[in-house]
């Protein structure tokens, strides 16, 4: 029996790089949960969705920007991995959970699967949803990709 797709959880208000990333994610085998602000997002998870990854932009209209919405994930789902995405916003001191990522746009589509592929291995390594681990030796990461023509 093969291993279930990993589920991740796509929040960006943007309709067009919502669509185009998770097209993008789906073509590589993930299966993908969208959400248009980080209210939407919070209500899936809140009604049971279980995801291996968090993939979120930062600036979004009603409800918390997606640093925040990392934390709120970081501390309730723990088991979930998180990559932050922004071209106008970099993280700050303290905005990104210990073990998140953050990925500067424009990224190339192949570094986002990367990551999101990395991060979903990441997560397999903790069976059981919800369960409480540690990410004591993790730190944030900040990850520049060059400005492509």
Known sequence: MSESPSTVLLVEDEPLIRLFVAELLEDSGFKVAEAANSTEALVLLEAGLEIDVLLTDVDMPNGCNGFELARKVHESWPRAEILIMSGRRWPAE?????????????????????????????????????KERSRSKETARILPFPKTA
């Open 94 to 130: 303290g905005d990104l959970p210990l073990g998140a990522a953050f990925l500067a746009k424009p990224c190339p589509n192949e570094a986002i699967v990367s990551h999101v592929h990395s991060a979903a291995e990441r997560s397999r390594r903790y069976p059981g949803h919800g």
